[in-house]
C-alpha cells in the first residue's frame, strides 16, 4: 500500500506511513489522533535512535508541549536497504524504559 505520509530517516532512506499503519496507532493510542506529524519528525529528527526487536528501530523525540503534557514521541520503524515504514508510535514519559534497549544513536 503506498504511504499516505513519509520522511526521511537519520540513515537518508524513505520511511513511509499508511493509512492502515495510522489507523492502527490511533486505535491502540487515542491520544495520538492528529499527531501524525510529530510521528513524522520524531523519525526524521530523533533525539535519539534505539534498538528494536529484530529490524525494528525506535527513533525517540522529546516534546515539550502535546495535548498530553511534556512527553517522548515514540516511533517504531523497519529499514531495508531502499526505505522502510513506520509500524506504530506512541508516547511515554518514561525514557529510561526506552533506552535500555541500546542506544544505537544519540543527538550529539
Known amino acids: 500500500m503506498e ?12 520511511i513511509g506511513l499508511n493509512k492502515n499503519r495510522w489507523f492502527h496507532i490511533v486505535e491502540s493510542h487515542n491520544y495520538m489522533v492528529g499527531l501524525q506529524q510529530l510521528v513524522l519528525e520524531t523519525v526524521t529528527n530523533p533525539d535519539y535512535i534505539v534498538r528494536g526487536r529484530g529490524k525494528e ?9 502535546t495535548p498530553i503534557g511534556a512527553k517522548y514521541v515514540v516511533a517504531v520503524y523497519v529499514e531495508d536497504d531502499h526505505d522502510g515504514f513506520i509500524v506504530t508510535a506512541f508516547m511515554t514519559s518514561e525514557l529510561e524504559k526506552v533506552l535500555k534497549r541500546g542506544v544505537l544513536w544519540r543527538r550529539p
Open 57 to 65: 528501530k525506535l527513533a525517540v523525540k522529546f516534546f515539550r508541549a
Open 3 to 14: 504511504p499516505s505520509a513519509s520522511c526521511t530517516s537519520k540513515d537518508g532512506k524513505r
